[in-house]
């Protein structure tokens, strides 16, 4: 179970950016899907995730409206779009798995998460 995360740059406040995470030995229809990110000093926080299944997602609430992930399951990858990015989003951001599906109050919480990628860093500065 491998989990690539990758996508981020150096951007302006106010741009876009879309991060990948493409997944290698498990498929999406099997696991919850979650990206995460960690910014200097800072604990890792969830950012948003997609179950398996029902496709239901969660968002954290500072995300909620500029963020949005989705997944395609042909080239078994899944997607952060984000949007009016701010200084305060700079951090590394990691692709996670957990295997089956989680209950909303659980979805972004990382404990939940065996499996994880090594991360893709987002600057946002002017």
């Known amino acids: 179970v491998q989990l690539q995360a990758s996508g981020g740059g150096l951007v302006q406040p106010g741009s876009s950016l879309r991060l990948s995470c493409v997944l290698s030995g498990f498929t999406l229809d099997s696991y919850t899907i979650g990206w995460f990110r960690q910014a200097p000093g800072k604990e890792r926080e969830g950012v948003s995730c997609?179950?398996?299944?029902?496709?239901?997602?969660a968002y954290a609430a500072s995300m909620k409206g500029r963020f949005t992930i989705s997944r395609d399951r042909t080239k078994n990858t899944v997607y952060l779009q984000m949007s009016s990015l701010q200084p305060e989003d700079t951090a590394v951001y990691y692709c996670?798995?957990?295997?089956?599906?989680?209950?909303?109050?659980?979805?972004?919480?990382?404990?939940?998460?065996?499996?994880w990628g090594q991360g893709t860093q987002v600057t946002v500065s002017s």
């Open positions: 997609i179950r398996p299944g029902d496709r239901a997602t």
């Open positions: 996670a798995a957990h295997a089956g599906n989680l209950i909303r109050s659980s979805m972004l919480a990382s404990r939940y998460y065996e499996y």
